[in-house]
């Protein structure tokens, strides 16, 4: 990789800071309009259902629905990558095991589940992730 001359990298990361918070603003309107508590298990079923509207292209496609998909990919997905980190690893997911898998397995298991929709999204993937990959399997 080239070097980038100092004025255009200001810019650059000028552009990104402003995405970054346009994307965050994005997402609270988004979730603060749904009625549910950001980063809790009804929240994570929402978004499962919209990643589904986006995924498989059910439904109509609504801003909301994107805002929200993405917040329950990219969730979980980090929540994937935190329990994977070697210093505490909880869950040995194979390889060939894609994202969307991973999506469906804490969709699935959330929805199974409605009793534990008022306890934190994290310990629901968690549980979700641990009950199909535990680890040293």
């Known amino acids: 990789?080239?070097?980038?001359?100092r004025g255009e990298k200001g810019e650059r990361m000028k552009k990104l800071s402003i995405i970054i918070v346009l994307i965050a603003l994005v997402g609270a309107a988004g979730w603060a309009q749904s009625g549910d508590t950001f980063g809790n298990g009804k929240w994570l079923h929402?978004?499962?259902i919209a990643?589904?509207?986006?995924?498989?292209?059910?439904?109509?496609?609504?801003?909301?629905?994107?805002?929200e998909g993405a917040e329950y990919m990219g969730y979980v997905i980090?929540?994937?990558?935190?329990?994977?980190?070697?210093?505490h690893r909880l869950v040995t997911i194979p390889t060939t095991v894609t994202n969307g898998q991973i999506f469906a397995v804490v969709g699935s298991y959330v929805n199974a589940h409605p009793e534990q929709w008022d306890q934190r999204a994290d310990i629901i993937v968690e549980m979700a992730l641990t009950s199909r990959w535990p680890y040293g399997n």
Do not use: R
């Open 46 to 48: 929402n978004g499962w």
């Open 78 to 87: 980090g929540v994937k990558m935190a329990m994977e980190e070697e210093t």
């Open 1 to 5: 990789m080239g070097k980038v001359p």
């Open 51 to 67: 990643a589904q509207k986006l995924h498989n292209g059910n439904g109509t496609l609504v801003f909301d629905s994107v805002v």
